[in-house]
């Protein structure tokens, strides 16, 4: 079984920071583009920021500048460097990945999602 988990996430001021990961496990061959999404009470899911196998980055123009997204293949793992926080950050932060693994004895290609982890900023 391939899963993604989130750490990470918890309380925080207003102007504060938070270091979420995501780690992969399974029988995982390669993991291709890996991101983070959000999603706000009320509100659809949004991307926060994407990052692909070589390192290629892109953010929602609201997290450029605060938010760092970086991963490292070797463990799996990707993070979200989050500053500069502000309460409209608030949401259930979730980490995707498009993934090659073994599922069920067959090699195939895979969309994971994680289950999530809730962020609040509020003073």
């Known amino acids: 079984q391939v899963q993604l988990v989130e750490s990470g996430g918890g309380l925080v001021q207003p102007g504060g920071s938070l270091r979420l990961s995501c780690a992969a496990s399974?029988?995982?061959?390669?993991?291709?583009?890996m991101g983070w999404y959000r999603q706000a009470p009320g509100k659809e899911r949004e991307l926060v920021a994407a990052i692909t196998s070589g390192g290629s980055t892109n953010y929602a123009d609201s997290m450029k500048g605060r938010f760092t997204i970086s991963r490292d293949n070797a463990k799996n793992t990707m993070y979200l460097q989050m500053n500069s926080l502000k309460p409209e950050d608030t949401a259930v932060y979730y980490c995707n990945a498009d993934l090659r693994a073994v599922v069920r004895g067959s090699l195939g290609n895979f969309e994971v999602w994680g289950q999530g982890t809730l962020v609040t900023v509020s003073s």
């Open positions: 399974g029988s995982i061959f390669s993991i291709n583009a």
